[in-house]
Structure formats: C-alpha cells, structure tokens
C-alpha cells in the first residue's frame, strides 16, 4: 500500500532490543548532560575551574572501569545494567567532592603545603570514605544472591562501581590534586 513506508521485522525479540537500544542512547545523553551539570556545579561550588575539573575526571575513570569490567567478564547490557553509568555519577561525585573539599580544607591549616594537606585530608575523609564504601559494597553484594540473574547483576556491579568510585576518590584524585595545586 502506497502509504506504508517503513516495513520490518517484529515480534518480542526486536522489540526488546529496540527498547533497549532507545534506553541506553537515552542514557549516554544523560550521561553526558549529568556530567557536564556536574562539572559546572563543582566549578561553582568550588569556586576554582581547575578544582571542578578534577574533582570530575575520577567519575569518567569510574564509569570506564565499570564498562571495562562488565565486558571482561561477560556482563551484558540490559535495562539494569545500563543504568550504571548515570548511578556512577552520582556515586562518583559525592566522594570526589567530599575529597577535594576537605584537601582544600586541610591545605590552609597546613599552611599551604600539598602533601601535608593530602595527608590530612586522607586521614580524616579518606578513611570515612573507605567505611562509608565498605558499608555500601557490602549491602549491595548481597544482591548477587537475588534469584532473578538481572538484580544480581546490578548488585554485584553497583557493588564493584562503588569500590572503583573510592578507589578513585583515594587514589586518582589526591594525585590530581597535587598537580594541580600551586
């Protein structure tokens, strides 16, 4: 008929996949959108660009070890799974915040002195952190005994996301940091 002009397959599997197609480009253009949010708050909020900048850059580390794990070990993209990535922000950014803000905190009552300052902030914000992500992990690796293989997934990769966001809140971030203190 002269007014069909899009003709294709159809059934359960391709619509399926068509969902999910739409759910995670949906969701790399909010990954992106909460991103950039993020990187203009933490400028504002901050008051430096270079503080806000690299208070974000562990939270893309963070969603590229997570992807770079799923695919290692066999994860696939569902609509669980694809969720990860925008939960990583805000996983992400709420320990790269509290990092950098104490560093920044502890650096005046040192005295202006980088090292001495990271020092300081790892002792007293590092280590909530580490309990505040061991807490969490924990709670979420119990979801990999959830009978439905879908929410094992995502607890077992929520847990993983959120040791990998403190890893980079702890490790990456306090190198950042040094090098971008005067």
């Given at each position: 008929h002269p007014s069909?002009?899009?003709?294709?397959?159809?059934?359960?599997?391709?619509?399926?996949?068509?969902?999910?197609?739409a759910t995670t480009d949906g969701l790399q253009k909010a990954f992106l959108?909460?991103?950039?949010?993020?990187?203009?708050?933490a400028v504002v909020a901050m008051r430096s660009f270079r503080y806000g900048v690299v208070t974000i850059i562990p939270i893309m580390l963070v969603v590229a070890?997570?992807?770079?794990?799923?695919?290692?070990?066999?994860?696939?993209?569902?609509?669980?799974?694809?969720?990860?990535?925008?939960i990583s922000v805000g996983v992400g950014i709420d320990y790269a915040i509290h990092m950098t803000q104490r560093f920044r905190e502890e650096l005046g009552r040192a005295?202006?002195?980088?090292?001495?300052?990271?020092?300081?902030?790892?002792?007293?914000?590092?280590?909530?952190?580490?309990?505040?992500?061991?807490?969490s992990i924990l709670g979420f690796a119990i979801m990999a005994f959830a009978p439905m293989p879908m929410?094992?997934?995502?607890?077992?990769?929520t847990a993983v996301m959120i040791f990998l966001a403190a890893v980079?809140?702890?490790?990456?971030?306090p190198s950042l940091l040094l090098l971008v203190t005067p």
């Open positions: 069909i002009t899009v003709a294709g397959l159809t059934g359960s599997p391709y619509t399926r996949q068509a969902g999910l197609d959108i909460a991103v950039i949010a993020c990187l203009i708050i070890w997570l992807y770079a794990f799923m695919f290692a070990f066999g994860f696939g993209l569902n609509f669980i799974t694809a969720t990860i990535a925008a005295g202006g002195d980088p090292v001495e300052g990271l020092r300081r902030a790892a002792g007293g914000t590092g280590a909530a952190l580490i309990a505040s992500a061991t807490t929410f094992a997934s995502y607890g077992i990769l980079a809140s702890l490790a990456v971030l």
